[in-house]
Nanobody, 114 residues
Framework: QVQLVESGGGLVQAGGSLRLSCAASRSISSANAMGWYRQAPGKQRELVAAITSGGSTNYADSVKGRFTISRDNAKNTVYLQMNSLKPEDTAVYYC????????WGQGTQVTVSS
């Protein structure tokens, strides 16, 4: 069974940084796309950042300039570096990877305090 395991979430003060990791149980070099999504209380799930198999990246306007998505094919891991965190970044962050189908991790909680 395909598994995605997120880690790196936690409690951080505004202005701080976190690095999220998503470890996949199969090769990500064969993935069509990988991305990070988040869902805040009372809000819809939204795309935060994505990276295609070709290496192009996309970011939500709210995180541009602060977040960076990257991958390490050798480790089958995708990362989300989050800098200058704001309270509105508080959410559960989910990793999604598309091979043939889309697969989701269980999520990791990020809480940003004022």
């Amino acid at each position: 069974q395909v598994q995605l395991v997120e880690s790196g979430g936690g409690l951080v003060q505004a202005g701080g940084s976190l690095r999220l990791s998503c470890a996949a149980s199969r090769s990500i070099s064969s993935a069509n796309a990988m991305g990070w999504y988040r869902q805040a209380p009372g809000k819809q799930r939204e795309l935060v950042a994505a990276i295609t198999s070709g290496g192009s990246t996309n970011y939500a306007d709210s995180v541009k300039g602060r977040f960076t998505i990257s991958r390490d094919n050798a480790k089958n891991t995708v990362y989300l570096q989050m800098n200058s965190l704001k309270p509105e970044d508080t959410a559960v962050y989910y990793c999604k990877t598309q091979w043939v189908l889309n697969y989701w991790g269980q999520g990791t909680q990020v809480t940003v305090s004022s």
